[in-house]
């Protein structure tokens, strides 16, 4: 029920398109030609997750104004491209790969070995790592704190994710800080 989508990029462009039409037209064969180094894997879900801090605060869309990407009464069957599993499409690809938003067991054991996104917002998110990921990608707390503080808002979300981290660890692990 996700929408997966591949996301081309060098040092000068980048850009975007969903994998059915990605995987039509050949788009990562034809990114690795052009020399693009990196290739993103990302998956947009169809619908909204619960979230919480929203119904503590009474989030709401104004009357009127929707969510664009989410039609209502779309058939979310029609979101979902039968064809080929992502990693068997990375394989094609000889640059860099990241993957982002996983949702079934296969896409975590699959992407387990390289990185991983799934919407970092605290330390316990970032199991991934303590399951055997190299990395994973906390992009919104460190975007948020440049809005803030610039550099030093950057670095405090960075420092509170990785002590919330290492605490986790301590709990769930046994592991030392």
Request: charged share 25%; hydrophobic share 40%; glycine share 10%.
């Amino acid at each position: 029920m996700h929408q997966k989508t591949l996301l081309f990029a060098t040092n000068t462009r980048q850009y975007a398109m969903k994998i059915k039409m990605a995987l039509d037209l050949n788009m990562n064969v034809r990114a690795e030609k052009a020399g693009d180094k990196a290739v993103m894997i990302t998956v947009d879900a169809p619908m909204l997750g619960r979230r919480l801090n929203e119904y503590r605060n009474s989030f709401g869309i104004p009357e009127g104004m929707g969510y664009p990407n989410i039609v209502p009464g779309t058939d979310m069957a029609n979101l979902v491209y039968p064809g080929k599993a992502w990693n068997e499409e990375r394989l094609r690809f000889r640059g860099f790969e990241v993957s982002r938003s996983l949702y079934t067991a296969e896409d975590v054991s699959g992407a387990i070995q390289h990185g991983v996104d799934g919407g970092i917002r605290r330390g316990t998110d970032i199991k991934a790592l303590s399951l055997g990921a190299d990395y994973c990608f906390a992009a919104r707390n460190p975007i948020w704190g440049l809005a803030y503080d610039g550099q030093k808002g950057v670095e405090l979300p960075i420092r509170l994710l990785e002590e919330d981290f290492k605490s986790w660890l301590c709990l769930y692990q046994d592991a030392k800080p």
